[in-house]
């Protein structure tokens, strides 16, 4: 049975973190939870999937919904807009879903001051080597790239407290129960359990033998 509502939770992190394989990891073993797919201007690449990677739109679309209130976040990187459907959450939210925004800092902090009873998770690696390591075994980046990264991680780092629970992810199994305690102990709060146990409160404070 679900609960009366679904929570939101909002995971940040510097690339490299970890972040994208704790939550893929996540969703594979709880199907309470699921993920926001973001909204954006930019050309959809070879290989994505317009409503499973992102919500590709016009800019002009995207600036309507903006004007309606209708992003719970929005920022734009390199000249492309990305934000969040404030409709998408809230009604996925209704359906009792747990549901995950993956955004920096910035973005949790605007959602924070519309939905402040979401829950913020920070991510950061176990040091700034291993995070280093982590960016070069990608073979994906040069050497000026992962240099950018550092630094752009180095920022997001400097912004952890603004979360409500920080995860270190040294070892992945141990980061992936550490994030799935956060959603469980949401979730054994008395008011989801009344709900969920309804029947059973009913029959244990019945004065029947």
Same mark, same amino acid.
């Given at each position: 049975m679900s609960n009366t509502s679904g929570a939101l939770y909002i995971l940040s992190a510097p690339s490299g973190a970890g972040k994208t394989s704790l939550v893929k990891a996540l969703l594979a073993q709880?199907?309470?939870?699921?993920?926001?797919?973001?909204?954006? &201007?930019? &050309?959809?690449?070879? /290989?994505?999937?317009? /409503?499973?990677?992102?919500?590709f739109v016009?800019?002009?679309d995207f600036a309507l919904l903006v004007g309606q209130q209708q992003m719970l976040e929005y920022?734009?990187? +390199?000249?492309?807009?990305?934000? &969040?459907?404030?409709?998408?959450?809230?009604?996925?939210?209704a359906q009792g879903k747990d549901v995950i925004l993956e955004i920096d800092w910035q973005g949790r902090d605007q959602v924070l001051d519309i939905f402040p009873q979401a829950i913020?998770?920070?991510?950061?690696?176990?040091?700034?080597?291993?995070?280093?390591?982590?960016?070069?075994?990608?073979?994906?980046?040069?050497n000026a790239v992962i240099a950018k990264r550092m630094a752009e991680a180095h920022s997001e780092?400097?912004?952890?407290?603004g979360s409500h629970f920080l995860v270190i992810n040294d070892?992945?199994?141990?980061?992936?129960?550490?994030?799935?305690?956060? +959603?469980?102990?949401?979730r054994l709060k008395t008011p989801q359990q009344t709900h969920n146990h309804d029947q059973?409160?009913?029959?244990?404070?019945? &004065?029947? /033998?």
């Open positions: 709880d199907s309470q939870i699921c993920v926001s797919v973001s909204h954006t &201007t930019r &050309t959809i690449r070879d /290989g994505e999937q317009d /409503g499973v990677d992102y919500n016009a800019q002009k920022a734009t990187v +390199f000249e492309n807009s990305y934000g &969040t459907s404030r409709q998408w959450v809230e009604s996925s939210l913020a998770i920070t991510i950061l690696p176990p040091s700034q080597q291993a995070l280093q390591h982590r960016l070069q075994g990608r073979g994906t980046d040069s780092i400097s912004h952890y407290s070892d992945f199994q141990h980061a992936l129960a550490d994030l799935q305690c956060i +959603f469980t102990s949401r059973l409160l009913q029959e244990l404070l019945s &004065t029947g /033998g």
